[in-house]
């Protein structure tokens, strides 16, 4: 005769009960539980912002909840190195920066993560530039601004968004090309280093739309130029660099969705295709327009291919401009 002893049944019943829960999770249609996008800034500025706007929509389309988290620090590699070794489920993805993406690898060949551990999703955002200045500088237009700092070498300070940030590789291709001087003060996101571009401890900011336009309009800072083909809807009167006398310098930045590289090509699909839908919602374009930003969809092969054209580009412009990490 067999003896079942209870606490052991009981011990095998709960092991088939979670055996048997996994099986039925792992066979749910993705995604099946909320995914994570890592924002490799603090909040404020265009790639918190475009990350803001697309994760409601994204989610009702998904119909799971996308949890925003701000991971800045180390210009960025900070979030790229954690999405990088994160599991390739598509549940952690990174809103990509566009500076940092093709960027960063030229500036540090010693990076905790490279472009070949980030599966492409889909572009969703790109802006131009703004050149902004404090009031207290004495230039009201670009070509009063270029003039003024040629005769005093040094005597300003511009503020970037970080070591390796489109507002660092602008600046200094833009005093290349103007062969003028100013010192960088780089900051960890846009939201701190405005802040100090208001109180007037830096005095210029080249950077997109979102963080100065509203400044802009409030007369807190003065918009020189904006670095497109066109001006920009949200501050007519700014013209471009073109229009203010600086031909061929044009800077745009972009936002992309990427994954760990392996993620399943279904779920980059999914991910992509919900993304599209979302940024095609009026009240995405609406709030877009609100907050100055440019949606942008492009899926994931046309994604790649822009990677490597600015990878190139990039790593040329650094070398040739004697862009370094300061």
Known sequence: MTHRHPALWGRIALAAGFALSSTLAAAQPFPNKPITLIVPNPPGGLVDGAARLLSDPWARVLKQPVVVDNKGGGSGNVAYGLVARSPA??????????????????????LPWSQKDLAPIALIAAATNVIAVHPSVPANSLGEFIAYLKKNPGKLSY????????????????????GTAMVHIPYRGSGPAIQDVLSGQVQVFMTTPPSVMGHVQAGKLKGL???GKSRHPSMPDVPTTAEAGLKGFELEAWVAIFAPAGTPPDVVNKLSSAIRAALDEPSTKARAATAGIDLR?????????LVAREAKFWAKTIKSAGITID
Do not use: R, W
């Open 159 to 178: 503020a970037s968004q970080g070591n390796g940030s489109l507002s660092h590789i602008g600046t200094e291709m833009f005093k290349a090309q103007t």
């Open 297 to 305: 969809y492009m899926p994931p092969n046309e994604l790649e291919a």
């Open 89 to 110: 489920d598509g549940y952690t993805l990174l809103a990509s920066y566009s500076a940092y993406h093709v960027g960063n690898p030229a500036l540090n060949p010693k």
């Open 225 to 227: 130029a904006v670095t």
